[in-house]
């Protein structure tokens, strides 16, 4: 698909805009709001060209999916860096590389600007599946997506509730959503992905192409889980949090949202 590879470029582009802004001290968590709302530019976009067999409408709704998640998630992050700037992660990088700061930067947005791309490619083979619409699969997808989004806007505000009382000053929240797992925005995030590998792979399994978009709910588990997400939060959290971060590891999950099993005689 030539629109797929055309989306790469834009894509560097915006990142390069991106470290443009946050190799300032105080400006890099804007880095995470530039990159969600790239995604879901660039992403609604390529759903929209033409495609030979695709439905119109198909394309159509994938695009209001995939911007709706961009709109969601990129308004939040904006909302939270307007009071803030910084983000923990950027700073303790800024910390580690030094004076190499900035060129080291310019890479790693870029190593994100190809991360993007891939998510693309998984919106772009859920919007050009071939066959009619809706089918099953379709509405399964949907709804996902609006569970994934409405789970992942419902454990940002019980966070932000949480942080808003001064007498949780210090505390690590581990209530609601936040009591089942440390991290139930990354899993939502996760989830999200699933909703495109479900449309393009599509009721009867039997195009083939749409069995890449796996990769995207594959590539962006493997992102939160061990590079990009939780261990670089948690070192935070463990710096900042201390002891209290450590009991809630040692009684809530990482990732998946379920209640963890006591041994016999744990409290």
């Known amino acids: 698909m030539l629109i797929a ?20 001290p105080g400006q890099s968590g804007w ?9 879901g530019l660039v992403g609604a976009l390529a759903c929209l060209v033409p495609a030979g067999g695709a439905s119109q409408h198909r394309q159509i709704c994938v ?17 939270r860096t307007a009071g803030h700037g910084d ?6 990088l800024r910390k580690t590389w030094g004076a190499q700061f900035s060129s080291r930067l310019f890479v790693f947005l870029q190593i994100q600007a190809f991360a993007a791309w891939l998510l693309v490619l998984c919106v772009v083979m859920a919007s050009h599946r071939p066959g009619p619409f809706p089918r099953w699969s379709d509405l399964a997808g949907l709804a996902v997506l609006l569970i994934a989004v409405a789970g992942e ?6 966070l932000r509730r949480f942080r808003s009382l001064p007498a949780n000053a210090g ?9 089942l797992s440390r991290h139930p925005n990354y899993f939502f995030e996760w989830l999200g992905w699933i909703a495109y590998a479900i449309i393009a792979i599509g009721p009867n399994a039997d195009w083939s192409p749409g069995w890449a978009a796996l990769s995207g709910p594959v590539f ?6 061990h590079v990009s997400g939780i261990p670089p939060l948690e070192a935070h959290m463990l710096r900042s949090r201390g002891d209290a971060f450590r009991r809630v590891q040692s009684r809530v999950n990482a990732f998946w949202p379920c209640p963890r099993h006591r041994n016999a005689g744990e409290p």
């Open 63 to 79: 695009a209001i999916m995939v911007a709706f998640w961009s709109l969601r998630l990129g308004a939040y992050i904006g909302v």
């Open 171 to 179: 505390q690590v929240c581990a209530s609601g959503l936040w009591g």
């Open 220 to 225: 962006i588990y493997w992102l939160l889980v």
């Open 31 to 39: 880095t995470d709001v530039i990159w969600s709302f790239a995604v």
């Open 87 to 92: 983000d923990p992660r950027y700073a303790e």
């Open 153 to 158: 806007g419902l454990a940002d505000a019980q």
């Open 5 to 24: 590879l055309l989306c790469l470029p834009a894509l560097s582009l915006i990142m390069a805009m991106a470290w443009w802004i946050a190799r300032e």
